[in-house]
């Protein structure tokens, strides 16, 4: 949200550089004026910078500023690309605080762990999984409340009087006559002893969480161009580069002849790094012809995987194995040996891409023995390392700079920081082979990003059950195939227990639904396509498996899908009122519109509920979504207004996907390179999206990604209401659908 350069950017360090002692920080002299800042503990008590504390019981964090001109400043410990996290961490601080909401700004933090870990990742620093709402509710909470409670104090001391007798509304603090805004006590709260403990409001007296009325505060910046993104970055001098990379997937650089390149106007010099040959250049068109100029041999010996067939035909031979043991709750043979019914399907979903409007770049800058980095760092706790070793600098001489990003959807958020790591590695070797500091963008093409990799991997599901005389599930079994996304990098292969890896069966593993006789099995072979994380991980095929066999099953039985449904979540109330909820706003039960059916889905992932009614119809053989009524619980609503967005989106990434995504691999390499190819959904497949949202007085969960995983199945089961065909392989788009 601001201007990254070091001269113009206030960054959290300038507020609270290392070694400041408390009265230091908390007063915070500077070209800012007087601040008021806190630290608050991972476990909610508040602590003043400096203070000792134990490193079992406590992360400090700094959180908020008050200024003299009246400006609350937010220091987001998340990185924001499209979700909304800056609104939402303001209106629980602004609430907690009561402060004005429209004068909280937000600033990004620095990279620093032991403040700004992620509390529901170990205290990594990282934003994904939906955690940045889920993790910070109470520290925005206590952060705003202790932070009330010293402005309280220091207006109490003021004039004399009770502090239970001083009122606080929108950043101003009140008593009889007597009033001042927070800006005028900021000077007098610093001095005041941080509380050991604070009240925070019942809810019944909320203003701003829960409200419709609040809507986003990034929104301006983002829509009239004064947002700064990764690529709008400038720096004196900067210099722009592309990469050539291998071709294929496992191809290694054998040799290039440089010397065309470099005739190209605007080259500065062509550079070997260990991604391929960087075309160092004044600007993007001179660096992409330096490029196109080059002339690169490659080793394709080690160039693989052949084609999707091949890996699909590879993966369900595997699925005849058992593989490795996730859930055997007991023997499944029994039930499906002696059932009256029994269902069998396989199912293939291929490698996605994650198609961010903003394709990878990051900017680097090697000087004064010193390593500076700006762009969309998701995960600082690996970027940091990741770019110090790169540089071949300690860790304490790496500084990065977050900016928001154009989407990410799991993209920036990766265990290799390639795009990171790419731009230190040129600056490097601008260094080291040119004597040079200057700083360099590294700018990935649309192409570049949609061919290198780093895709939701391809997956094939086997599925066998068993149903008794009354309809009922007597035994399954579930194995599942593919790419491990946790072992593909030393930074997250330690996440894997027991050779399973979560993220390739949450949403078959657990399962909230009451399955007697359950087995999973997982196979995870290894492939050169780098595997990672795509927008709801494992629940983007779990939940298409696991809801479409649920329409089946319940059809064998002779019973009403969302009957049948909730006859199995007895266990999972929260998830059994999203499915009411949804069939209810969403006509269950009654006639759709003539050459239309509705479909049904529910399911959990990252802690939130939500169910989905699509209303379908068939044009030239595609499905044709017109509605799709939501229902979702995601505990205390804390910005309606946002929730409802998330899912809209999620509604729309995840239809695109269903209709059209799909990464085709030949030759070992990815037929797709653009949105000409890789479709992304067109405004008018948008279809008309109802969000209802369930009251609740749990804890705030995500719902960043929970919008995606239920969309597919739901189309899925009304194409088959339409049609007859149960579609067992995604998108949509391979299949001639017709109305039965």
Same mark, same amino acid.
């Given at each position: 949200?601001?201007?990254?350069?070091?001269? &113009?950017?206030?960054?959290?360090?300038? /507020?609270?550089?290392?070694?400041?002692?408390?009265?230091?920080?908390?007063?915070?002299?500077?070209?800012?004026?007087?601040?008021?800042?806190?630290?608050?503990?991972?476990?909610?008590?508040?602590?003043?910078?400096? #203070?000792?504390?134990? +490193?079992?019981?406590?992360?400090?964090? $700094?959180?908020?500023?008050?200024?003299?001109?009246?400006?609350?400043?937010?220091?987001?410990?998340?990185?924001?690309?499209?979700?909304?996290?800056?609104?939402?961490?303001?209106?629980?601080?602004?609430?907690?605080?009561?402060?004005?909401?429209?004068?909280?700004?937000?600033?990004?933090?620095?990279?620093?762990?032991?403040?700004?870990?992620?509390?529901?990742?170990?205290?990594?620093?990282?934003?994904?999984?939906?955690?940045?709402?889920?993790?910070?509710?109470?520290?925005?909470?206590?952060?705003?409340?202790?932070?009330?409670?010293?402005?309280?104090?220091?207006?109490?001391?003021?004039?004399? =009087?009770?502090?239970?007798?001083?009122?606080?509304?929108?950043?101003?603090?009140?008593?009889?006559?007597?009033?001042?805004?927070?800006?005028?006590?900021?000077?007098?709260?610093?001095?005041?002893?941080?509380? #050991?403990? =604070?009240?925070?409001?019942?809810?019944?007296?909320?203003?701003?969480?829960?409200?419709?009325?609040?809507?986003?505060?990034?929104?301006? @910046?983002?829509?009239?161009?004064?947002?700064?993104?990764?690529?709008?970055?400038?720096?004196?001098?900067?210099?722009?580069?592309?990469?050539?990379?291998?071709?294929?997937?496992?191809?290694?650089?054998?040799?290039?002849?440089?010397?065309?390149?470099?005739?190209?106007?605007?080259?500065?010099?062509?550079?070997?790094?260990?991604?391929?040959?960087?075309?160092?250049?004044?600007?993007?068109?001179?660096?992409?012809?330096?490029?196109? /100029?080059?002339?690169?041999?490659?080793?394709?010996? $080690?160039?693989?995987?052949?084609?999707?067939?091949?890996?699909?035909?590879?993966?369900?031979?595997?699925?005849?194995?058992?593989?490795? #043991?996730?859930?055997?709750?007991?023997?499944?043979?029994?039930?499906?040996?002696?059932?009256?019914?029994?269902?069998?399907?396989?199912? *293939?979903?291929?490698?996605?891409?994650?198609?961010?409007?903003?394709?990878?770049?990051?900017?680097?800058?090697?000087?004064?023995?010193?390593?500076?980095?700006?762009?969309?760092?998701?995960?600082?706790?690996?970027?940091?390392?990741?770019?110090?070793?790169?540089?071949?600098?300690?860790?304490?001489?790496?500084?990065?700079?977050?900016?928001?990003? @154009? @989407?990410?959807?799991?993209?920036?958020?990766?265990?290799?920081?390639?795009?990171?790591?790419?731009?230190?590695?040129?600056?490097?070797?601008?260094?080291?082979?040119?004597?040079?500091?200057?700083?360099?963008?590294? %700018?990935?093409?649309?192409?570049?990003?949609?061919?290198?990799?780093?895709?939701?991997?391809?997956?094939?599901?086997?599925? *066998?059950?068993?149903?008794?005389?009354?309809?009922?599930?007597?035994?399954?079994?579930?194995?599942?195939?593919?790419?491990?996304?946790?072992?593909?990098?030393?930074?997250?292969?330690?996440?894997?227990?027991?050779?399973?890896?979560?993220?390739?069966?949450?949403?078959?593993?657990?399962?909230?639904?009451?399955?007697? /006789?359950?087995?999973?099995? &997982?196979?995870?072979?290894?492939?050169?396509?780098?595997?990672?994380?795509?927008?709801?991980?494992?629940?983007?095929?779990?939940?298409?498996?696991?809801?479409? &066999?649920?329409?089946?099953?319940?059809? +064998?039985?002779?019973?009403?899908?969302? +009957?049948?449904?909730?006859?199995?979540?007895?266990?999972?109330?929260?998830?059994?009122?999203?499915?009411?909820?949804?069939?209810?706003?969403?006509?269950?039960?009654?006639?759709?519109?003539?050459?239309? +059916?509705?479909?049904?889905?529910?399911?959990?992932?990252?802690?939130?509920?939500?169910? %989905?009614?699509?209303?379908?119809?068939?044009?030239?053989?595609?499905?044709?979504?017109?509605?799709?009524?939501?229902?979702?619980?995601?505990?205390? /609503?804390?910005?309606?207004?946002?929730?409802?967005?998330?899912?809209?989106?999620?509604?729309?990434?995840?239809?695109?996907?269903?209709?059209?995504?799909?990464?085709?691999?030949?030759?070992?390499?990815?037929?797709?390179?653009?949105?000409?190819?890789? %479709?992304?959904?067109?405004?008018?497949?948008?279809? %008309?999206?109802? =969000?209802?949202?369930?009251?609740?007085?749990?804890?705030?969960?995500?719902?960043?990604?929970?919008?995606?995983?239920? &969309?597919?199945?739901?189309?899925?089961?009304?194409?088959?209401?339409?049609?007859?065909?149960?579609?067992?392989?995604?998108?949509?788009?391979?299949?001639?659908?017709?109305?039965?």
């Amino acid at each position: 949200m601001h201007f990254p350069h070091p001269e &113009l950017v206030r960054t959290t360090e300038d /507020a609270t550089p290392a070694g400041l002692d408390r009265r230091g920080f908390l007063q915070g002299a500077g070209a800012a004026g007087l601040v008021l800042g806190l630290h608050l503990a991972a476990g909610g008590r508040a602590r003043a910078a400096g #203070e000792s504390a134990t +490193a079992e019981r406590f992360a400090p964090n $700094a959180f908020v500023r008050i200024a003299p001109d009246d400006s609350v400043t937010l220091i987001v410990k998340h990185h924001e690309m499209g979700q909304g996290v800056t609104t939402g961490l303001s209106t629980i601080l602004a609430e907690e605080l009561d402060a004005d909401l429209t004068r909280v700004n937000a600033e990004y933090a620095p990279s620093d762990a032991e403040r700004y870990g992620n509390l529901v990742m170990g205290g990594m620093q990282g934003t994904g999984g939906s955690t940045a709402i889920a993790n910070s509710w109470m520290q925005m909470r206590e952060a705003g409340a202790t932070a009330r409670a010293m402005l309280v104090a220091a207006a109490a001391e003021r004039w004399g =009087v009770p502090a239970d007798g001083i009122t606080v509304s929108k950043g101003v603090l009140s008593a009889g006559e007597r009033s001042a805004t927070f800006g005028e006590l900021a000077e007098a709260a610093a001095k005041q002893e941080v509380p #050991e403990d =604070v009240a925070l409001k019942d809810p019944s007296r909320f203003v701003y969480i829960g409200k419709q009325d609040v809507h986003r505060l990034d929104s301006k @910046g983002k829509t009239d161009g004064t947002a700064t993104y990764g690529i709008d970055v400038r720096l004196p001098g900067l210099l722009t580069a592309v990469i050539a990379r291998p071709p294929a997937f496992g191809a290694t650089l054998k040799g290039f002849d440089a010397e065309k390149a470099r005739q190209v106007k605007g080259v500065e010099a062509v550079l070997e790094i260990p991604e391929g040959v960087a075309v160092v250049a004044t600007g993007m068109w001179p660096a992409i012809k330096g490029r196109k /100029a080059l002339e690169v041999e490659w080793d394709l010996s $080690a160039a693989g995987p052949a084609s999707s067939e091949a890996l699909y035909e590879e993966y369900e031979k595997l699925a005849d194995g058992a593989g490795t #043991e996730v859930v055997a709750s007991q023997d499944t043979e029994p039930g499906l040996v002696g059932a009256t019914k029994a269902i069998e399907a396989s199912y *293939r979903f291929p490698y996605l891409a994650h198609a961010s409007m903003e394709p990878m770049n990051c900017v680097a800058w090697l000087h004064d023995g010193r390593l500076e980095t700006w762009g969309g760092h998701q995960f600082p706790s690996i970027d940091h390392p990741l770019a110090a070793k790169a540089a071949g600098l300690d860790a304490s001489k790496v500084e990065l700079h977050s900016l928001i990003s @154009g @989407g990410s959807f799991g993209r920036r958020a990766n265990g290799w920081a390639d795009f990171t790591v790419e731009a230190v590695h040129i600056v490097r070797a601008l260094k080291e082979e040119h004597d040079r500091e200057d700083p360099v963008r590294v %700018q990935w093409t649309r192409e570049d990003d949609t061919r290198a990799g780093l895709y939701r991997p391809l997956y094939v599901h086997r599925a *066998r059950i068993g149903l008794d005389a009354d309809g009922g599930v007597v035994g399954w079994r579930h194995r599942i195939v593919g790419q491990s996304i946790m072992a593909a990098t030393e930074a997250m292969s330690g996440m894997i227990h027991n050779g399973v890896d979560d993220t390739s069966v949450e949403g078959v593993s657990p399962t909230p639904y009451a399955i007697p /006789a359950f087995s999973v099995g &997982l196979h995870s072979p290894e492939q050169p396509v780098r595997p990672l994380w795509w927008r709801s991980v494992g629940h983007t095929h779990t939940a298409y498996v696991m809801e479409t &066999l649920m329409d089946e099953l319940a059809e +064998a039985a002779g019973k009403d899908p969302v +009957a049948f449904r909730l006859g199995m979540l007895e266990a999972s109330p929260r998830m059994a009122g999203v499915l009411r909820l949804a069939a209810d706003k969403g006509g269950w039960g009654e006639t759709p519109p003539e050459g239309r +059916a509705r479909g049904i889905a529910v399911h959990k992932s990252f802690s939130s509920y939500v169910a %989905q009614v699509a209303e379908v119809s068939l044009v030239d053989g595609m499905p044709k979504v017109h509605r799709v009524t939501v229902a979702v619980d995601c505990g205390v /609503a804390v910005n309606p207004d946002q929730i409802a967005a998330q899912m809209e989106g999620g509604v729309g990434f995840a239809l695109a996907a269903a209709l059209h995504g799909e990464i085709t691999i030949k030759d070992g390499k990815a037929q797709e390179g653009n949105f000409d190819r890789y %479709q992304v959904l067109r405004m008018p497949e948008m279809p %008309q999206v109802d =969000v209802h949202i369930l009251p609740s007085q749990e804890a705030p969960t995500g719902v960043g990604e929970p919008g995606v995983p239920p &969309l597919a199945p739901a189309v899925a089961n009304a194409i088959y209401r339409l049609t007859g065909t149960r579609v067992r392989q995604l998108p949509f788009a391979r299949h001639e659908l017709q109305a039965a």
